[in-house]
């Protein structure tokens, strides 16, 4: 199993790689758009580009599905620990179990909504770039496919280990929290 997600942890590091260069294009594309619409038309050159703007706005949408499922299996996605914090630890391991697996049922609620969007999209094509929408589509079913591999692989990667759910957290948010806490208890001293 630990052989699985090694392999799963590698793709996904394909899959930030990929991202990342969506986010550098996105970039580049709208700053093409900006001098465009705001320097050339300064100077009278008249021309446009309007593709950079629908490229970017498709290329977002993947980064955003494809960057949820690395969310996942880092579990850094935002949450609202107050609950969880406030009850008994038992209590607690519950209502986290709890929300992954509803979690889960909603990454499989989006992948079915994709497939039938693709299905439609299939007979739709994008207004300046002309390529079938079934590819703008497919982001929510492989999206929603990738999340529920890598909330899975979390969860096993939980049960192999024999960690505590409540462990599982950012620690980037730890980090800070505990920022919080010690300038609080400075203030107060």
């Given amino acids: ?3 699985v997600l090694k392999v799963i942890d590698n793709f996904n590091k394909g899959l930030e790689i990929l991202v990342g ?4 294009l996105m970039t580049a594309l709208i700053f093409i758009q900006v001098l465009v619409r705001l320097l050339f038309a300064k100077l009278n050159i008249q021309f446009s580009v309007p593709w950079t703007e629908e490229l970017a706005r498709y290329l977002m949408i993947w980064a955003i599905f494809i960057g949820a499922a690395l969310v996942a299996r880092r579990a850094d996605a935002l949450a609202v620990e107050a609950l969880v914090q406030a009850v008994p630890a038992s209590v607690a ?8 697996f509803l979690a889960l049922v909603f990454y499989a609620i989006i ?8 299905k439609f999209g ?5 207004p300046v770039l002309g390529v079938g929408m079934v590819w703008v589509y497919a982001s929510l079913s492989v999206g929603a496919a990738l999340t529920i591999v890598n909330a899975l692989a979390l969860l096993v990667e939980v049960w192999i280990d024999r960690k505590d759910i409540l462990d599982v957290v950012d620690h980037e948010v730890d980090d800070v929290v505990h920022e919080v ?6 203030q107060k001293a």
Wanted: hydrophobic content about 55%.
């Fill in 21 to 24: 260069l969506a986010l550098v």
């Fill in 122 to 126: 299939m007979s739709e094509t994008a």
């Fill in 111 to 118: 992948f079915v909504i994709g497939l039938d969007w693709a």
């Fill in 181 to 186: 806490e010690m300038s609080l208890s400075t």
């Fill in 93 to 100: 391991r519950a209502i986290k179990y709890s929300a992954h």
């Fill in 1 to 3: 199993m630990r052989s």
